[in-house]
């Protein structure tokens, strides 16, 4: 009410006492001090609100404005007219206020109780928007400042700012299929240093001058990974206006507060979780930039259906709390606020990719920021030095500190058993870890002695919360539930207020706020110990299948039994859920895990039986299995490591880097090489397989030598097939592979045989003398019809090499050298080649640094070569005077079918050259000018070449602000040519004006299939016209809009 009353107050000038701001004022002070005071304070009002004036004001508010001041005679008609032609909006608003600031007080007072009498958004905004801001940030400061303790707990001592994000192609199969800890041990933490890295402050920024800022944005990482404690720092930044000063209003929400939900409108939903927001209007409209961050989709309780999903757009209606979510990603409801989803990586892959426009991606910690952790988190040197040699010499505790949750953990319990007075000696397993660290919870507040802590020492409730957690722990793992409200734990006995005890709060992380409590694990590793010792101890008196909780099943007795079960199951799940729950499963049938739980746990004594037979267990499974190692069978490595079995990791790992693994890869060493890959940086940094391979070893290793850095393959007499399974490696998404090394003798001798149809290489650091062997190779090939290099690092030397070559290379069809370092040089070179080859067909330079000099080359070549049918030179600064020789060029060709010039500063005469040339030419079908500032000037030139041209099939020109008058033009063309199937004019300003143009040469045109109309601000009157217009004239062609 107090905030209300403000406001009105501030609306109603007739309530403010005129005297109240001179109250103080120094008697003694002349009426003439008073009247300069005052007129002062007068003025300062368009001072005070410039900036919101020249944000906000809209041109039917500025012809209002300007219409009230005309009228009560504070601005005379020359100096409206004067205003008009300003230029731009905010040209005539800076016009409008510095105009009135040079009168007397009578035009402030009335351009000011016009905009405060006025009811409209863009009054409310300017009156009211900073302090709204203010108001804003204030509470999420307050909010988000209380959860910097909660931050310590799951991603200790993380400093963000000096961190950066990855800026990644959508997701790996990994990613998208494996559990967490396998994505991280296979691909070392994350590590992929060709990707483009990004900061926090940047994260809604557009990449290029010319593209757009994302309205969608994704940022996955594994659990513990720190996502959470990103978006709290980024709202910390934001609140304290550190950073995204253009964003008005940022509104975040955890889908773990989402869960408590069920059927509301997005405005009830903005003004729930933020009642100091009166009027979500104002936040959720086109007016002000605002961000709404939906954190942790993998802990929401429904999964989001984006192909049946209701289509909702209206912000009040009342809908599904999935459907809310699935129509604020899909755009129909708040297209023009920014949304930003964090997630595991496995559940972010349920959203289609085309609804996405930036994914980032968190990488984990690299061993040289485990090490600044540790100095940072200890106080005592000694014991970070300790630790980290202890860490080294016991990789896959290593491999586990990759995640700064988890590395925190380790951290901490290593260090509680270091000042032990008891001398234990330091886990060497992720089981023995979890077991002290759970043991350490339990310990705090009690007295410590020189021996263990015995059974009756403890508190008998720690026992049976720890048994009543690992049952939670469990059904919930096999129900992929990972966040559990007060109502789950009660339901499987666990008492709320043993919850907040040493043992409870270190176990579990409470999350709390006015609409939800949930509860979760500390960290998903946590989860699965806790499940496999809730196993571990049932299996052995259990007589129906443990994975069976509320149906029956076949009787199913004794511990081994129900042990195959567990790895039954496991070796069934797909997406490796189960994977680490029998790591931790297997490492508990080792007295030492076993010892500090004795006390928590009713483990009842152990023969020791159990353990040898395990390992033979494992051994045949190892053995067993299909013709190609899965991460399923790499897992059972894992679990060897876990049981203390290690003869067999050893030997391989020793004839690994003896390089003497000939004749010795059985299918169980195949096995354990994958797991070595993941957890040996040295064996995967360099992995010497030097005459050790054949076509089935080939095969059988083949998914897990994407993750090699460097492969030597010297001496192995590969034939046909095998160079083909290598060509599928290197062409994989997940593919880490930088170096192969193949002996010379051989790779000749296939190079004049049958070289790989197509062979890539993206990604993988080659350089100009990679660029060089190739062209080596290029020279005698005959049969090599694709050749991929993206994204390495080939300048203008390695370009050279390969220009030589293809000028006698006959077999070349395809050519991608997009993301190198190819500047003028190269290109010219490129030039000199294509004057004589005429059988290379596709040639992709994106993102090189070719520039004006080099293209004018390439267009020179172009006149006279009679092979190439594509070519992308898409962001290369290229402008106009480049474009000019493009466009003559292809006065000439007859067979150029595709051009891509995106994201490059042609302006609208480059585009006027092209539109000349095409007037003529009779060959291109696809022309690609996104993002090239064509404007309504190079739209009305296409227009004008559209009307002659009968061959060009796809127009792209997204985001050139081609506005009404281009489209207008763009439509009557469509009226004529008979020849465009697809025509892209998204986010091109038309307006609903531009869309009534657009839909009625849809009734004139039956050759359109597609059309993208979207980010217009057609409205629902334009879009009812577009769609009236194609059920009654074009059928068969689909609109976005």
Not at 127 to 146: A, G, P, T
Not at 322 to 349: E, F, H, K, Q, Y
Request: proline share 2%; aromatic share 6%.
């Amino acid at each position: 009410m107090e905030r209300k009353a403000h406001y009105d107050s501030i609306l109603d000038r007739s309530k403010r006492i005129t005297w109240q701001d001179d109250c103080y004022v120094d008697l003694q002070s002349t009426s003439c001090s008073l009247s300069s005071q005052a007129e002062t304070e007068e003025l300062s009002w368009i001072k005070k609100h410039q900036d919101e004036l020249r944000r906000f004001t809209s041109a039917s508010f500025l012809e209002e404005m300007l219409a009230h001041l005309r009228k009560v005679n504070v601005l005379s008609s020359a100096e409206e007219t004067k205003i008009k032609e300003a230029g731009r909006l905010q040209d005539q608003v800076n016009m409008l206020t510095t105009t009135v600031s040079g009168k007397d007080t009578q035009g402030s007072d009335a351009l000011q109780g016009f905009v405060e009498s006025s009811d409209s958004q863009v009054a409310q905004l300017i009156i009211n928007h900073d302090y709204m801001v203010k108001e804003h940030k204030e509470v999420l400061l307050r909010r988000y400042e209380q959860c910097r303790d909660r931050d310590s707990v799951s991603c200790p001592k993380l400093n963000i700012s000096a961190r950066t994000l990855l800026l990644v192609d959508g997701l790996s199969d990994i990613q998208q299929k494996e559990h967490d800890l396998m994505q991280v041990g296979a691909t070392q933490g994350g590590k992929r240093n060709h990707l483009r890295q990004l900061v926090l402050a940047k994260l809604l920024e557009p990449l290029t001058r010319v593209s757009l800022p994302p309205r969608v944005s994704l940022t996955v990482g594994v659990a513990g990974i720190g996502k959470t404690t990103w978006v709290r720092h980024f709202i910390r930044q934001w609140s304290q206006g550190a950073i995204c000063s253009d964003v008005s209003f940022v509104l975040p929400f955890t889908f773990c507060q989402l869960n408590s939900l069920e059927k509301l409108s997005a405005e009830k939903l903005v003004k729930m979780a933020f009642p100091h927001l009166t009027d979500p209007n104002l936040i959720l409209s086109s007016s002000c930039r605002t961000l709404l961050i939906l954190d942790g989709l993998d802990e929401f309780r429904c999964t989001l259906n984006f192909s049946d999903a209701a289509p909702c757009s209206d912000p009040k209606k009342e809908v599904s709390i999935d459907d809310l979510v699935t129509n604020i990603i899909r755009g129909n409801l708040l297209p023009d606020v920014a949304v930003w989803v964090t997630s595991r990586p496995g559940v972010a892959s349920l959203i289609p990719g085309g609804l996405v426009d930036r994914v980032t991606e968190i990488p984990g910690f690299s061993p040289k920021d485990i090490q600044i952790f540790l100095n940072h988190h200890f106080s005592e040197k000694d014991f970070a030095r300790k630790i980290w040699a202890h860490l080294e010499s016991h990789k896959i505790l290593m491999v586990m500190c990759y995640i700064p949750c988890i590395c925190w953990i380790v951290a901490d319990t290593l260090m509680y058993i270091m000042q032990s007075e008891t001398q234990e000696s330091l886990p060497r397993t992720c089981t023995e870890l979890y077991a002290h660290f759970c043991s350490m919870k339990a310990e705090v507040g009690e007295p410590r002695g020189r021996e263990p802590v015995k059974t009756e020492q403890l508190h008998g409730s720690n026992r049976k919360l720890l048994g009543n957690l690992g049952r939670l722990a469990f059904y919930g793992l096999l129900k992929h539930k990972y966040t559990f409200s007060e109502q789950d734990l009660r339901a499987y006995g666990i008492d709320l207020l043993l919850t907040q005890g040493s043992l409870g709060a270190g176990v579990l992380v409470r999350e709390e706020s006015a609409i939800y409590t949930t509860y979760r694990f500390t960290h998903l590793t946590l989860q699965e110990f806790l499940a496999a010792t809730f196993y571990h101890i049932s299996s052995k008196r259990a007589i129906f299948d443990l994975f069976s909780e509320s149906t029956m099943s076949w009787p199913k007795i004794g511990f081994q039994n129900h042990f195959r079960s567990a790895f039954q199951h496991a070796q069934q799940a797909e997406e490796g859920h189960l994977d680490v729950f029998v790591r931790f499963l297997t490492g508990l049938l080792c007295p030492m895990a076993l010892k500090p739980l004795a006390g928590l746990l009713a483990l009842g004594k152990d023969d020791g039986n159990q353990k040898g037979w395990a390992a033979g267990f494992l051994q045949g499974l190892l053995d067993s299995g299909g013709a190609v190692v899965s991460l399923r069978a790499v897992n059972l490595a894992y679990c060897l490591q876990e049981l203390q079995h290690t003869e067999l990791l050893r030997s391989v790992e020793d004839d690994l880097r003896l390089g003497s693994l000939a004749g010795k890869l059985s299918r169980a060493h195949c096995v354990v090489l994958g797991y070595l890959l993941h957890v040996s940086p040295e064996c995967s940094e360099q992995t010497n397989l030097t005459g050790s391979l054949n076509y089935a070893t080939v095969k059988c290793l083949l998914p897990q030598l994407l993750y090699c850095s460097h492969l030597r393959l010297e001496n192995n007499h590969f034939k046909d097939d095998v160079m083909e399974l290598l060509g599928s490696l290197l062409s994989a998404k997940d593919c880490h592979i930088q170096k192969i090394r193949i002996v010379i003798n051989i790779l000749h001798h296939m190079i004049v045989t049958t070289f790989i149809h197509p062979l890539s290489l993206a990604e993988n650091a080659i350089s100009n003398k990679g660029a060089k062997a190739l062209s080596r190779a290029l020279l005698v090939n005959r049969t090599l019809i694709s050749l991929k290099l993206q994204s390495n690092s080939i300048s203008n030397r390695g370009m050279t090499a390969l220009t030589k070559a293809l000028r006698l290379n006959r077999g070349l069809v395809s050519l991608n050298l997009r993301e190198n370092s190819i500047g003028v040089e190269g290109a010219k070179n490129m030039a000199h080649a294509l004057h004589e080859n005429n059988s290379l067909q596709d040639l992709d330079l994106t993102a090189n640094l070719l520039h004006d000099d080099g293209v004018q080359a390439i267009a020179g070549a172009i006149k006279f070569n009679q092979g190439l049918t594509s070519l992308h030179l898409q962001w290369n600064f290229i402008k106009s005077s480049a474009t000019k020789a493009l466009a003559h060029a292809l006065i000439s060709n007859s067979t150029m079918q595709l051009l891509d010039l995106q994201e490059n500063a042609i302006g609208n005469e480059g585009v006027i050259f092209l539109a000349e040339a095409l007037k003529t030419n009779a060959s291109l079908h696809t022309l690609c000018l996104q993002g090239v500032s064509a404007g309504t000037k190079g739209a009305i030139a296409m227009a004008e070449a559209l009307l002659t041209n009968q061959t060009l099939q796809t127009l792209d020109l997204r985001g050139n602000t081609v506005g009404m008058e281009g489209a207008k033009a763009l439509a009557n063309a469509l009226k004529s040519n008979r020849s465009l199937k697809s025509l892209n004019l998204q986010e091109n300003s038309l307006g609903m004006d531009g869309a009534i143009f657009i839909a009625t040469a849809l009734k004139g045109n039956h050759q359109l299939t597609y059309i993208n109309l979207q980010g217009n601000g057609i409205g629902e009157s334009g879009a009812k016209v577009i769609s009236d217009a194609i059920r009654a004239n074009a059928p068969g062609c689909v609109v976005d809009i």
